[in-house]
């Protein structure tokens, strides 16, 4: 098996500096907001106001998360390939279920 040759392993300034702030928002908001949801009795706790579930989504929120796939040109931060995976993968590094939080839904029949 050969090895990729076009494989560039090195991030752009903007790719560090993107993965350098979600890692920074997942360590220091979100890992331990989930330390603290997964500790709650129920599903109803974890969304009743008040939660902690609500200042983690507003941090998010305050850096533009809520728009990573609107293009720039749209007022979002765009991202997309490498960038949108490197966001993905920062989130998940910390708390996985803020990186996906639909596997918290419960399973619904069609």
Sequence with gaps: M???KEL???LTPKQQALKEGVHRLAKEVLRPTAVTLDRMSSPQEVIAAGSPLWS???AAYAQGFHTALIPTECGGLGLQGLSLHIALEELGSQSPGFRSPQSRLPATRT
């Design 2 to 4: 050969s090895p990729y």
């Design 8 to 10: 560039n392993l090195n």
């Design 56 to 58: 983690a989504l507003k």
